[in-house]
């Protein structure tokens, strides 16, 4: 069982909104406070897209956004744009490893 | 501009060794800690081992531990994975990861490398 808990898959249509849910297995991985979020295209490079929870780093578009309540972690994205079509996943650590959750497949229809 | 390159990938077999290289250019190497994660083809991402900017506090999954060793060389700006004992399900592309800022705490990653891949057949 991953310590990180995300949906399979989710899907939207152009120019609305979705939200990926990650939720932490136990109270030890830090999702209340350190959870990053990393956007991959087929055959690339994950790219980080949210780190601390809701900080987005230069150069990432503000319909990228992350929250928290309890151990549970989001990323919602807005306006979904074809572009947005992509695996994410979500991460956090303990105090010895960093886990990644299993990944979300987004499909923009 | 930021860049990582990875080197040193290949195939191997079961119970072999292999080094992966990865250089780092375009920032200040010894002010960031670093980080190896894996993808096996298809599925989703493993973080492997950590190290902090002066190499001396190192971190490992534990699937790894015991078999992987991290190093760095600040001099050359290089980060270092050494997998020994290689089992199957070692077989994934390697990634070469940056920590996110320098307060010495590798816990999420800004720059990533385009990853090397590492075959080991039985």
């Known amino acids: 069982q991953s310590a990180l808990t995300q949906p399979a898959s989710v899907s939207g249509s152009p120019g609305q909104s979705i939200t990926i849910s990650c939720t932490g297995a136990?109270?030890?991985?830090?999702?209340?406070?350190?959870v990053s979020w990393y956007q991959q295209h087929p055959d690339k490079a994950p790219k980080l897209m949210i780190y601390?929870?809701?900080n987005r780093p230069s150069g990432v578009s503000n319909r990228f956004s992350g929250s928290n309540s309890g151990n549970t972690a989001s990323l919602t994205i807005s306006g979904l744009q074809a572009e947005d079509e992509a695996d994410y996943y979500c991460?956090?650590?303990?105090?010895?490893?960093?886990?990644f959750g299993g990944g979300t497949k987004l499909t923009v229809l | 501009e930021v860049q990582l390159v990875e080197s040193g990938g290949g195939v191997v077999r079961a119970g072999g060794s292999l080094r992966i290289s990865c250089a780092a250019s375009g920032f200040t190497f010894d002010d960031y800690g670093m980080s190896w994660v894996r993808q096996v083809s298809g599925k989703g991402l493993e973080w492997v081992s950590a190290?902090?900017?002066?190499?001396?506090?190192?971190s490992y999954a534990d699937s790894v531990q015991g078999r992987f060793t991290i190093s760095r060389d600040n001099a050359r700006n290089s980060l270092y994975l050494q997998m020994d004992t290689l089992r199957a399900e070692d077989s994934a592309l390697y990634y070469c990861?940056?920590?996110?800022?320098?307060?010495?705490?590798?816990?999420?990653?800004?720059?990533w490398g385009q990853g090397a891949l590492v075959t080991v057949f039985s």
């Open positions: 190290i902090n900017w002066n190499g001396g506090s190192t």
């Open positions: 991460s956090s650590y303990t105090s010895t490893n960093i886990f």
């Open positions: 990861a940056r920590a996110g800022d320098t307060s010495g705490y590798v816990y999420y990653f800004d720059y």
């Open positions: 601390d929870v809701s």
């Open positions: 136990s109270s030890d991985v830090r999702v209340y406070n350190s």
